[in-house]
């Protein structure tokens, strides 16, 4: 019965993609084109690349929600892993010389990357998610070279880091709330600073979230239950 | 001026983050506090809801189909009470709870207080691209507190659920892409006057993709295989807010969209298929549950039947007469509202049982009459709204879907609605002939927080009382 | 157009992978596919007549991040049961105890 359960569930997909594939091919000309409503704006974004101005102005709101979601998927991986999670040890194992000393001459040079794709996402690809992967890649080789101990689970300074960019995103959503504004509402001109601001929040915290996403990950070898 | 929908959504992401940072017990009282609030604005929202306003929001200051709408009619208004109603006890349950057994504890209020946030931005949300967004926040949410014991049981059960929950938003996104592909916006009300009934193929397809991931994760009727491990095998409070809540959550973005959107694709075939399967899940999650040894995992079962019902409501709106489809709209808002406040209330009532006697065995529940009458009589109300007796919440809700049927003349529908309510009452009926038995069966009956018991029996009293003053809340829904 | 029609085939065989595979990280890898297979379909429908266009762009990093957070909640619930129970599937349904 197996083998029919698989036919069955191949046929079905393959149905899929030609019914799916010939709908799409008969669409015709979308009644409502955003490119252009972007491009009218984008003046008024306070950024000037379009992905930036909708992903952080037009489109913030779902930005917000989206830093939710990985915390949220943090905090998830923190209790799921219970007592297995590699918290503040140090890699074990023979720590290679070459690749220490590459890890400490690259380190500095990850931070100034992050840090100019950080201003880069104002007129190019680029900006807070792009930067902060790029930390998170830093501090993973740090630790993966066996120079840097793994973050510790508790620790009050960690957990302001991991938090500090999500509430520095809903205070600059909240202020204009208190003067008669929508949500997330920004003033044209102050549009640009304000951008930059939540940006330079984001990618610090990202970059530590980003990395506890990894080094947080329930340990290899088995632990005694707790 | 406040806004009471922006802080529906601000408010709990922001004390979420701050109970991460403050750890467990501080952060259970700060969250009581917001939640509190949230209360209070979601009441503030409702009453303006029933004087015959409904309320917009314009994130970023950028209206639709540039930016993302957010809005308050009948139908979001009701679900935010819901929320934040059952939340409030169950956050004094949960703190009474985890000061007796602290297995679960250490990120529960951060989890919670995302999971509230994503539901409010989820019933306050006009574009169904954020929709998707809110959805899957929702839904990592929901595991992430599925597995907070960590043991083997319940992480398979999260990582179940997890997958189901997957595929489910993952069909949904696909039809968000068709849309798109085929209109060129994601805002709803955008969208509503593009679909018309000679739309093209892909629309028809979203549609059903939309759909189909959603029932995934509602757990209807064939897709309801993760739900009773899940609900089943998580801690009480978590189990408490997922059956009562995260459920009705995709059931209420189903009807958003049904309603506001796909009415004029819909076939009407498609609709009966919907309610022949709530049938199913209706006859199948009763006599499953009848056949379960532990409470809790008949409890979870309850929750597969009582979603069938709620899915009925597609055959009686769809291509109907006007009132037929009004009485089928309340008599759903009714059944979510009262199934909501009923299934967190037996959650709570089994989660006492557990602290107390250490196990959950219907067979061995003899004796606890006694000991802990307050919890019994929570039961016995609750089971009292799950069975449809006057004059609870869930009568009404019969009651309404019952007349729906009739006025739209698909009495076939009445059948499925009694065979449900006797067997709903066979399995009420176990628990409790066990629970009365005099001959105590349980070793053990430890003390308890004073807390715990209070809040169960609260829930079970509102989901009656809300039958009494179901005008009221038929108010607020009725308003356009 | 042909970024489309290749997001729904992805979609479609990791939608069958997600089912048919017991392998608890292969599913993890069938639930990528498909979601990336949706994320091609919501750009390449959105460009089909050639003009470039920022919102599906935007809303696809939007996914990729929520893709990401999820796979890696997955991740950690897998090695978690790995660790408990020995092995990278789903355990077999026991009588409830």
Redesign the interface.
């Known amino acids: 019965m197996k083998t029919l359960m698989r036919l069955l569930v191949l046929a079905g997909c393959a149905a899929f993609v030609a019914v799916a594939g010939m709908a799409m091919l008969v669409l015709p000309e979308p009644p409502i084109r955003l490119a252009a409503r972007v491009s009218a704006e984008l003046g008024n974004s306070g950024v000037k690349h379009p992905v930036t101005a909708v992903l952080l102005n037009f489109r913030g709101y779902d930005t917000l929600l989206e830093i939710a979601v990985l915390l949220l998927a943090l905090l998830g991986i923190a209790t799921a892993a219970g007592g297995d999670a590699v918290t503040g040890r140090r890699l074990h194992g023979n720590p290679q010389a070459f690749l220490q000393s590459l890890a400490r001459l690259l380190a500095p040079l990850m931070v100034m990357t992050a840090g100019y794709l950080l201003w880069a996402g104002s007129h190019r690809p680029g900006g807070a998610f792009q930067a902060g992967a790029v930390l998170a890649a830093g501090i993973v080789l740090l630790y993966l070279s066996g120079l840097l101990p793994a973050p510790a689970g508790p620790s009050w300074l960690l957990r302001l880091g991991l938090v500090a960019g999500f509430l520095v995103f809903v205070a600059v959503t909240a202020v204009p709330l208190f003067s008669g504004g929508q949500l997330l509402q920004y003033p044209p001109d102050m549009a640009g600073a304000l951008i930059l601001l939540i940006e330079s929040g984001l990618t610090l915290s990202l970059g530590l979230i980003l990395a506890a996403l990894f080094l947080w990950l329930p340990d290899e070898h088995e632990e005694a239950e707790e | 001026m406040i806004d009471p929908l922006a802080w529906l959504i601000l408010l709990p992401l922001t004390w979420a983050a701050i109970a991460f940072l403050l750890g467990p017990t501080r952060g259970g009282r700060i969250a009581q506090a917001g939640i509190a609030l949230q209360l209070v604005l979601a009441l503030w929202i409702a009453t303006e809801v029933a004087g015959g306003s409904s309320r917009q929001h314009a994130a970023g200051g950028w209206r639709a189909p540039l930016g993302i709408e957010l809005l308050a009619d009948g139908l979001s208004a009701i679900m935010l009470l819901l929320a934040q109603a059952v939340a409030l006890p169950l956050a004094l349950y949960a703190r009474a709870y985890f000061t007796d057994h602290p297995a679960g504890i250490r990120h529960f209020w951060p989890l919670a207080g995302f999971l509230l946030a994503a539901m409010n931005a989820l019933f306050l949300s006009a574009d169904v691209f954020n929709l998707y967004v809110t959805l899957e926040l929702v839904g990592l949410a929901a595991v992430g507190l599925v597995a907070s014991d960590s043991t083997a049981k319940s992480v398979a059960a999260a990582l179940r659920y997890l997958f189901a929950t997957l595929v489910g938003s993952g069909a949904y996104l696909l039809g968000v892409a068709l849309l798109y592909g085929t209109y060129g916006t994601v805002s709803l009300s955008e969208l509503a006057p593009l679909v018309e009934d000679a739309a093209p193929y892909a629309t028809l397809l979203a549609a059903g993709l939309m759909v189909a991931g959603l029932m995934l994760k509602t757990a209807l009727f064939p897709f309801h295989f993760w739900l009773p491990p899940a609900h089943g095998g998580a801690p009480s409070p978590v189990s408490a807010l997922l059956s009562a809540l995260v459920i009705k959550a995709s059931f209420y973005l189903v009807v958003r969209l049904w309603l506001g959107l796909l009415m004029p694709v819909a076939p009407p075939a498609a609709a009966q298929l919907v309610g022949m399967l709530g049938t199913a899940a209706i006859v199948w999650g009763s006599v499953m549950a009848l056949r379960q040894p532990r409470l809790k995992m008949l409890i979870a079962y309850s929750t597969v039947a009582q979603i069938g019902y709620l899915f009925l409501f597609f055959p009686l709106a769809t291509h109907t007469a006007p009132d037929a489809a009004q009485s089928a709209l309340q008599g759903a808002a009714m059944q979510a509202v009262s199934h909501g406040l009923a299934k967190a209330a037996m959650f709570g009532a089994a989660g006492v049982v557990i602290l107390s006697t250490g196990h959950d065995q219907v067979a061995r529940l003899g004796g606890i009459t006694s000991r802990l009458p307050l919890t019994v009589f929570t039961l016995a109300l609750s089971g009292v709204t799950l069975m449809g007796l006057p004059p609870s919440g869930g009568f009404i809700a019969k009651w309404l879907l019952i007349d729906g049927a009739i006025s739209s003349g698909q009495w076939w529908w009445v059948i499925a609605m009694i065979a449900g309510g006797l067997l709903t009452a066979a399995y009420v009926f176990k628990i409790l002939r066990h629970a009365f038995l005099e001959k105590e069966q349980s070793a053990t009956f430890r003390r308890l927080p004073r807390m715990l018991e209070w809040p169960a029996f609260a829930l079970a009293l509102a989901s009656l009382a809300i039958g009494l003053r179901a005008s009221d809340l038929l108010r607020v829904l009725g308003a356009p | 157009?042909l970024f489309?029609?290749t997001?729904?085939?992805l979609?479609?065989?990791?939608?069958?992978g997600?089912?048919?595979q017991s392998h608890?990280l292969r599913?993890i890898m069938a639930?990528n596919i498909?979601?990336s297979?949706?994320?091609l379909?919501?750009v390449?429908?959105?460009q089909?007549?050639g003009?470039?266009?920022?919102?599906?762009?935007?809303?696809v990093?939007?996914?990729i991040?929520?893709s990401?957070?999820?796979t890696?909640?997955?991740?950690?619930?897998?090695?978690?049961?790995l660790?408990?129970?020995g092995e990278m599937r789903?355990?077999r349904e026991g009588p409830?105890d």
């Open positions: 157009m489309a029609l997001g729904i085939v979609f479609a065989g990791g939608i069958a997600m089912i048919l608890l599913k639930f498909f979601g297979g949706a994320f379909v919501l390449g429908l959105g089909r007549d003009q470039i266009d920022p919102v599906p762009q935007a809303m990093l939007t996914g991040v929520v990401v957070a999820a890696a909640l997955a991740l950690a619930l897998a090695r978690r049961l660790n408990l129970t789903f355990p409830d």
